[in-house]
């Protein structure tokens, strides 16, 4: 992933004639907008599009949604089970277009049309640790399984031509998150992903690695029926430039991509251990404590801040398995720090306090990780960091441009303009990733079970890798 981008003046050009028709009522937008509905073809998958709680979720659904909006009519997402079924929705006119994380490719080309790339991806090829890292296709000592109908598919495809000896199986019964979790329990030898994918699900399964990715990466864009004329795709430009001048782009970048980081195998390795022999000890108290806050957020700080150890202790004297200060402590109620419970309760309210202490500016989707900030340094350092972002003209309510000014406060020629002076927001900025890297990852491995479209994650299903 690198950024959620649009080519909207190039394309824009090109897609102005649908506007300009005299029978411009007859439109694919007007038929949208008369029949007061904008159908969305997806996939089930924790960045397209799941069900959490009854509540729709996902990067393409909260595009999708606001792309409705913009044509004022009610949004229906219609999922498909595989890519075959997607297309075939989009074939048959069931839907008007396809948001599913698809890959602007030469075959797709020839009989779709493309909206503007939301962001690119490299596609990767993945193998198992501990066994021979292949540099090339030539080098692949094994079985290659990849997505039937994906653009992995057609890459295949095309460079049979140039190594005909080349075996590999496409599959109609998966997805590609259980490709690479066939790869981590031994199953299959190789698959070929996406690089967001890769980055998320190694969190999961942190035995299987990156042999190599294909030289050039491939726009992520929306996808309309060539059929069709260019009045949806017009419409569609218009609205991601008002979605990128209003920093909407960029927060739903920071949400969902904003958090991955290098992946760290060993750290990973010792998370998903401490997830199995220590949290199920701890989550009746995290789950009784938590109040309006999903319990694994507070484990996931709990986590970062101790590892779950109860007398836990740093340097700079917090305690306890969520480091609370004696000043927090007293504050909320905590007599012994060191008292799981104790400190649970009084780690979760604290936080909770934060997130109602922040300014009202500041979008709901984000202030958790505004909390985060300031359960690390302090609010008043947070909302310095907040001064320095709207000091450089960028904006104090928006995560990805907070965190990226808290290392000012390092600095004397900028903390010397704040009003609580110097703290370590290097420090704060890593904290709060690692977090969002824990709580993706419990939330993965306790998934309520009125979740829909997402793998079945439960802890008794990790792989059996004796290195684990």
């Known amino acids: 992933m690198r950024t959620l981008a649009t080519t909207a003046l190039l394309l824009g050009l090109l897609s102005l004639s649908g506007c300009d028709s005299p029978n411009a009522v007859t439109t694919q937008q007007h038929h949208i907008q008369t029949r007061g509905e904008l159908r969305v073809g997806t996939l089930y998958h924790p960045l397209y599009y799941f069900l959490r709680n009854d509540r729709q979720e996902g990067l393409d659904y909260e595009l999708a949604q606001g792309f409705a909006d913009y044509l004022g009519v009610e949004l229906t997402m219609v999922p ?22 698809l890959t602007d490719t030469p075959l797709r080309r020839q009989h779709y049309r493309f909206g503007p790339s939301l962001y690119e991806v490299a596609q990767t090829l993945v193998y198992r640790k501990g066994e021979p890292r292949p540099r090339d296709l030539q080098q692949l000592d094994g079985e290659l399984r990849v997505l039937a109908g994906s653009s992995q598919a057609e890459w295949l495809q095309r460079m049979a031509q140039k190594l005909p000896d080349l075996n590999w199986e496409p599959r ?6 259980d490709l690479l979790r066939q790869v981590a329990e031994g199953r299959t030898d190789y698959t070929l992903v996406e690089d967001t994918l890769l980055a998320r699900t190694q969190r999961y399964y942190p035995n299987v690695d990156a042999a190599f990715s294909l030289p050039s990466s491939q726009p992520v864009s929306w996808v309309m029926d060539r059929r069709d004329d ?5 419409a569609m430009l218009g609205y991601f430039a008002a979605q990128r001048e209003s920093g909407a782009l960029a927060r739903l970048n920071e949400k969902y991509f904003g958090h991955i980081q290098d992946f760290d195998y060993v750290d990973t390795r010792t998370f998903l251990r401490r997830a199995e022999d220590l949290l199920p000890r701890y989550r009746p108290l995290f ?7 999903d319990w694994r957020l507070v484990a996931a700080v709990s986590y970062q801040e101790s590892h779950w150890e109860p007398d836990a202790q740093s340097y700079t004297g917090v305690r306890g398995m969520m480091m609370l200060t004696e000043d927090t402590a007293r504050q909320m109620g905590v ?11 009084g780690g979760a309210g604290y ?7 922040l300014p009202d500016s500041i979008p709901d989707g984000e202030r ?8 690390n340094i302090g609010l008043g350092h947070l909302l310095d960091a907040r001064r320095l972002t709207r000091l450089r003209g960028q904006d104090p309510d928006a995560w990805a441009q907070v965190k990226e000014n808290l290392p000012l406060l390092h600095q004397p020629r900028w903390h010397n303009k704040t009003r609580y002076g110097y703290a370590r927001g290097r420090e704060a900025q890593k904290f709060v990733n690692n977090i969002r890297q824990y709580y993706q990852s419990l ?16 802890l008794e299903t990790q792989p059996t890798d004796p290195t684990y």
């Not at 109609?172 to 998150?177: H, L, M, P, S, Y």
């Not at 260019?230 to 017009?234: F, G």
């Not at 936080?351 to 202490?357: D, F, M, Q, T, V």
């Open 368 to 375: 958790v990780w505004f909390a985060l900030a300031s359960y």
């Open 172 to 177: 109609k019964d998966t997805d590609a998150e």
């Open 287 to 293: 789950e009784r404590h938590a109040g309006g806050l």
């Open 80 to 101: 498909a089970y595989n890519l075959d079924e997607l297309f075939a929705l989009l074939d048959a006119g069931q839907v008007d277009m396809l948001a599913a994380g």
């Open 335 to 345: 007599d012994d720090r060191l008292d799981p419970e104790q400190s649970i309760r």
């Open 351 to 357: 936080l909770a306090s934060l997130i109602e202490r």
């Open 230 to 234: 260019d009045s949806l795709l017009a």
């Open 443 to 458: 939330q993965w491995l306790y998934k309520p079970s009125t979740d829909t479209g997402l793998a079945t994650a439960q």
